[in-house]
Nanobody, 110 residues
């Protein structure tokens, strides 16, 4: 499967964005999908993960602010990001087993 991320942009602190990751094929049978991010000067880190069934998982830094979801009918993964902070500035990547999206830039700044 190929992944195409979108939805990034410039937003003020406290604002919201929703990232989307469209898959080229069915994600119904794909296990865990996830969002990662790479902040300037830092290594890529896990932001949130969602299995095909079961509980979602979040990095401590985004708990209560970000929500990961998947729509198997639309073959799309989402990341709703609320109460954004400057430290959320990063390139965000979607991930599935053996596949990465191209990354979408999120900049949080006044």
């Amino acid at each position: 499967v190929q992944l195409q991320a979108s939805g990034g942009g410039l937003v003020q602190p406290g604002g919201s964005l929703r990232l989307s990751c469209a898959a080229s094929g069915s994600i119904f049978s794909i296990g865990t999908m996830a969002w990662y991010r790479q902040r300037p000067g830092k290594q890529r880190e896990l932001v949130a993960a969602i299995p095909s069934t079961g509980r979602t998982n979040y990095a401590d830094s985004v708990k209560g602010r970000f929500t990961i979801s998947r729509d198997n009918a639309k073959n799309t993964l989402y990341l709703q990001m609320n109460s954004l902070k400057p430290e959320d500035t990063a390139v965000y990547y979607c991930n599935a087993p053996n596949a990465w999206g191209q990354g979408t830039q999120v900049t949080v700044s006044s």
